[in-house]
């Protein structure tokens, strides 16, 4: 088991930014690629982020490109999304997830990803 707690989700205007945490134990960091997925009512569960444990690439949705930055924090041990400039149609339940491996891999399958948080509630409301 790989367990992943999320936090840091809440309400933001347009164009403001909130910090998300994924906490997890012991050297999962050193064995599992972590990765941010979202779904929002009525839509599928789609890939926004995921960073790999072998060599700390970073991979990123077109939709969030240059506004969200996935990086991994070590002496905490979390995984953190930072995300800034934040639109309405960032709007969703954000979950992290871990495939069984290192690295991130060619898709956002929601299937490759084995193990899940409990997901935080992101909304982007004026």
């Known amino acids: 088991q790989v367990p992943l707690v999320e936090s840091g989700g809440g309400l933001v205007q347009p164009g403001g930014s909130l910090r998300l945490s994924c906490a997890v134990s012991?050297?999962?960091?050193?064995?599992?690629?972590i990765a941010w997925f979202r779904q929002a009512p009525g839509k599928e569960r789609e890939g926004v982020s995921c960073i790999s444990a072998t060599d700390d690439k970073t991979y990123y949705a077109d939709s969030v490109k240059g506004r969200f930055t996935v990086s991994q924090d070590y002496a905490g041990n979390t995984v953190v999304l930072q995300m800034n400039s934040l639109k309405p149609e960032d709007t969703a339940v954000y979950y992290c997830?871990?495939?069984?491996?290192?690295?991130?891999?060619?898709?956002?399958?929601?299937?490759?990803?084995?193990?899940w948080g409990q997901g935080t509630q992101v909304t982007v409301s004026s």
């Open positions: 012991g050297r999962t960091l050193d064995y599992y690629a």
């Open positions: 997830a871990a495939p069984a491996r290192s690295f991130c891999g060619t898709t956002w399958s929601v299937d490759s990803y084995t193990y």
